[in-house]
């Protein structure tokens, strides 16, 4: 008979600890993370929460679960704010109030090359270069972008344009591009507008202007009034552009944040300005884990939000949180400059917070809205189904395949909140006959669900499968040899067929023991089936032709006598991909290293289907 182990002594714990600074991480008696924290005196902090105090509802809740506790000495405060907030994304504790948000952030990109681009990139920062921002929204960098390409004339156009262009685009002409492309801008020029438009993404209008007067005063000295009249051109843009800035807010560098709180439901507003321009608002919407102090997620969201992008010169909160110095100092160390968290303002500034408190208490009505209205479509999944609970976690299955070509199987996921993008999976499928869609549905399942039963991993409440009959019959053959239970409290299987005509609303929903359902175009629950499977079939078919089309790119050089995997590369990478090698000529293609005359028009031929022409043209 195994004892249960001993209550965790948290004052003995603590006066075992040093007064240093540090972070503290409490752990269930499952080893999962409940609490991440940081102390300026681990020894003060960490006794505190088993002082004997009363405390809130939450708090007492968290320390009935702790089993032990791990901590980790840092040489300032200030560290222990950088290793807290490392720790909370990547453990995702239990009690912490998290920053969720799954879009990337959109930035301004000018490229690193010898003519470099001016373009808005989202997603991971990979490609070299100087990154500007990030911006609250896409509608901000767009305007940015269309105001600087007025003003600098860099190119926007991908590499593989760039590198193959043989006139002047449509940008060109309408006097957004200078079209280096073709050789009309000297190198040292464009140079210069790339550092100028750095200057002005940087927030150095003062420098820009002041470079600018300086070197239209130079140009007119040495008499090139061509020059002098372009600099005079930009200038005047430059200072009409800080003239309406400064109307719309004297703010040079600035975030304002304001939080709305129903409950424990959370919404965070950010108004951006840089350069005295303002950009917008975003709304993001913590999650609280309990927490319904609006001071408490702020300060959360503050110290996770700027501990991954780069925090303004001055950062504007509607009302006061703790620890302010020491974010101060955190930020000022990170940013090489001093970084101001205020909270308390008069004047423009006052404004500002106002509006996006406003703008909070309104997104977050509206995401209130959206969540009573997805909570009405999960009661009425529920009881469609004759489910004992709304389910809380739903995925479905769908394949797509041209003709049995590049067969590829989607799983999608829902939660009580909407799509959870982060654990969407595709599935190359191979090894089984073409077209063969039950053999490809199984073989998908078969490695989603294997790998969860092998790594006691999480499994769906309900599982849709878009197909009829037979379909159904594969999903439940497969999770009955896993030993997956598919009955009543387990995995509930339901295909997804299409109605009469295949009109949407008209679909029937085929469950295991034979049932048919037929909700119609009025059951909220039906609709969100709809969505999951809608989401599934875009999923997939993206995945299918992402695959396909990468299968024939290379199938069509690999088919080509005499172009191996290395000299393939090089096409591709000299061209910028395929797109870029097919649009070039024969004679370019004899250019690139390796590549002769006689290849470079076997190459051509074969991308523009004259293969018989040329081999008709071939000796012997």
Known sequence: MTTAPPPFDGKAFARGLSTAPGVYRMFAADDSVLYV?????????????????????????????????????????????????????????????????????????????????????????????????????????????????????????????????????????????????????????????????????????????????????????????????????????????????????????????????????????????????????????????????????????????????????????????????????????????????????????????????????????????SQAAQQARLDSLQALLGLAAPPQRIECFDISHTMGEATVASCVVFDADGAVRGQYRRYNITGIEPGDDYAAMQQALQRRFRRAVEENGVLPDLLLIDGGAGQVAQARGVLDDLGVDAGDGGVMIVGVAKGEERRAGHERLLLPDGRELRPGTDSPGLQLIQQVRDEAHRFAITGHRGRRQKARSVSRLEDIPGIGPRRRASLLKHFGGLAGLKAAGAEEIAKVDGVSEALAGRIYATLHGLQDEAAGRQPG
């Not at 989202?122 to 940015?144: C, D, L, Q, S, W």
């Not at 004339?153 to 591009?177: A, M, W, Y």
């Not at 702020?298 to 909160?317: D, K, T």
Request: aromatic share 6%; charged share 25%; net charge positive.
């Open 37 to 369: 924290g940081k102390a300026g005196a681990l020894r003060k902090r960490v006794a505190s929460y088993f002082s004997g105090q009363p405390k809130p509802a939450r708090t007492m809740a968290m320390l009935a679960q702790v089993a032990r506790m791990e901590v980790t000495v840092t040489r300032t405060e200030a560290e222990a704010l950088l290793l807290e907030n490392q720790l909370i994304k990547s453990l995702r504790p239990r009690y912490n109030v998290l920053l969720r948000d799954d879009k990337s952030y959109p930035y301004v990109l000018i490229t690193q090359e010898p003519w470099p681009r001016l373009a808005l990139h989202r997603g991971p920062r990979n490609v070299p270069g100087r990154y500007f921002g990030p911006y609250p929204g896409v509608t901000a960098v767009r305007e940015t972008l269309n105001m600087m390409h007025k003003l600098f004339k860099l190119r926007s156009c991908e590499d593989s344009v760039f590198r193959n262009r043989s006139r002047p685009c449509l940008q060109h002409q309408i006097g957004r591009c200078t079209a280096p492309c073709v050789g009309l801008v000297p190198a040292r020029e464009y140079a210069d507008a790339v550092r100028r438009a750095t200057l002005f993404l940087e927030g150095r209008s003062d420098d820009l202007t002041r470079e600018l007067g300086e070197a239209m005063e130079a140009a007119s000295g040495r008499l090139d009034f061509e020059e002098a009249a372009r600099l005079r051109d930009l200038l005047s843009g430059v200072r009409s552009l800080q003239a309406r800035q400064y109307v719309d807010g004297s703010a040079a560098e600035l975030d304002v944040l304001a939080v709305a709180m129903h409950g424990t439901q959370a919404c965070v507003l950010l108004l951006a300005f840089r350069d005295g321009r303002n950009l917008g608002t975003r709304a993001f919407f913590p999650k609280t884990n309990g927490s319904d102090n609006p001071a408490e997620v702020l300060a959360a969201f503050v110290s996770q939000y700027y501990g991954e992008q780069p925090p303004p010169r001055e950062i504007v909160l509607d009302r006061a949180i703790d620890d302010i110095p020491l974010l101060e100092e955190a930020f000022t160390a990170a940013a090489g400059r001093k970084v101001q968290v205020r909270h308390s303002v008069r004047g423009e500034r006052a404004g500002y917070v106002d509006l996006a408190r406003r703008n909070a208490e309104l997104s977050l009505a509206t995401e209130l809205g």
